[in-house]
């Protein structure tokens, strides 16, 4: 049985927030003769998995990797990064990326890679089968993989597809990581798998969900769920339909019970807003005009006026990027509008305090 088969049988997705059947990406590969990059960068707000599968897994994820990629692999990481430098003392062929959320998203990767700018590109086709990017450059078959998702790839060769299908849901099979931050004692990573509950997961990070303030899941390209309705939610696809959550990228992020939401949103806001490459509108006007929106509803100046322009200003980035990252941005906001809407009539009348600042750290593990 080839590589291929083996993870079909097992039913690993992607574990970097898209979900993508890991098999057809390796068949793929292999057809078309592609080289690997492996995505290891944490470009996320509270993400902390690659870390992580870097410092405490590196052989099996060499193994993962060259198991897919052969000789013709390279390692992503943020320039400057702890990571960054643990994969060059292990000696492996380093891609060092630009310490921005789109410069990690996979078609920028392949464009540095192959001479380019850290810039999100337009496909045709799949980059895995080759082809050109919008200016007709020549770009090679490349595939991209998470790196938690390779060290998958690695224990699923190892163990066998049983053992991977034994853990989590029938439908979302296999462990994966979940870094939890913000209001709990033991940020970090929490080693789980899909049907846990959310209040579970946030519990082994040393969180309490009956005492806490809302939840961001999934970080920048997440939902913002309520304190109950997290503390109802079931990890998983189907537990976070409802809130037009997902797994996505396994962030979870507490907020302070004591701070004020509609402040800490606007510093992720505000964050999101830098973190554009420069190169498409809805990143460059439309982010910063989102987290503007936002603060003037933190404000309380002019509320209506304030919440139409900002469902307006969602609408409009929805599907319009070279990548998903406004989508995903647009969501949160929409979600923290819907969450959010009494305790920004605080701000109305002046009646709110400040957030406190995020915290973050090592690995707990929790099974279902």
């Not at 790839?153 to 299908?165: C, D, L, T």
């Not at 309490?208 to 696809?237: M, Q």
């Not at 339909?241 to 962030?251: D, F, M, N």
């Not at 807003?273 to 190169?279: I, L, N, P």
């Given at each position: ?5 083996l ?5 690993l ?14 068949r793929?590969a ?12 944490d ?9 992580y599968?870097?410092?405490h ?12 990629g ?12 702890a ?6 003392a ?6 060092s ?6 410069s990690?998203?996979e ?6 890679a192959?001479?380019g ?12 089968m ?9 770009i090679?078959?490349t ?48 080693a ?14 040393g ?25 109802a ?7 976070l339909?409802?809130y ?15 701070g004020?939401?509609v402040?800490e ?6 964050h999101?807003?830098g ?16 987290a ?6 933190a404000a ?9 322009r ?15 990252f ?21 701000h109305?009348?002046?009646r ?17």
């Amino acid at each position: 049985m080839n590589l291929a088969e083996l993870l079909e049988q097992s039913g690993l997705t992607g574990r970097g927030g898209a979900a993508f059947s890991t098999a057809t990406k390796v068949r793929a590969a292999h057809e078309h003769g592609a080289a690997l990059i492996v995505n290891a960068c944490d470009g996320e707000i509270g993400a902390v998995k690659d870390a992580y599968v870097v410092e405490h897994h590196l052989p099996a994820l060499v193994r993962g990797a060259t198991l897919v990629g052969g000789r013709r692999v390279r390692y992503a990481a943020h320039r400057g990064s702890a990571t960054e430098a643990r994969l060059r003392a292990a000696g492996l062929d380093v891609l060092s990326a630009p310490a921005r959320y789109v410069s990690s998203e996979e078609t920028s990767l392949i464009s540095l890679a192959q001479g380019g700018l850290a810039r999100p590109m337009t496909k045709r086709q799949p980059f895995v089968m080759g082809g050109a990017d919008s200016d007709g450059r020549r770009i090679s078959p490349t595939v991209v993989l998470n790196a938690e998702t390779l060290w998958r790839v690695a224990q699923v060769v190892e163990h066998g597809p049983q053992w991977f299908r034994a853990q989590g849901l029938p439908g979302e099979p296999g462990p994966r990581l979940v870094g939890v931050g913000g209001d709990v004692s033991r940020p970090g990573v929490i080693a789980t798998s899909t049907g846990v509950s959310l209040r579970d997961i946030v519990a082994a990070a040393g969180g309490d969900l009956d005492r806490s303030g809302p939840v961001i899941v999934g970080g920048l390209g997440g939902v913002l769920l309520a304190r109950a309705e997290a503390a109802a939610a079931t990890w998983s696809t189907e537990g976070l339909r409802a809130y037009g959550g997902r797994p996505g990228s396994g962030v979870v992020h507490v907020l302070d019970p004591d701070g004020c939401p509609v402040a800490e949103l606007a510093r992720w806001f505000d964050h999101a807003a830098g973190e554009s490459a420069g190169q498409c509108g809805p990143c460059m006007f439309g982010l910063p005009a989102i987290a503007a929106d936002w603060r003037e509803l933190a404000a309380g100046s002019s509320p209506v006026a304030a919440r139409e322009r900002l469902l307006r200003r969602t609408a409009s980035v929805t599907g319009r990027g070279a990548c998903r990252f406004p989508d995903g941005v647009a969501g949160l906001a929409t979600s923290a509008l819907r969450v959010l809407s009494d305790h920004l009539l605080d701000h109305t009348s002046g009646r709110c305090a400040a957030s406190h600042p995020f915290r973050s750290s090592h690995e707990r593990v929790l099974t279902h």
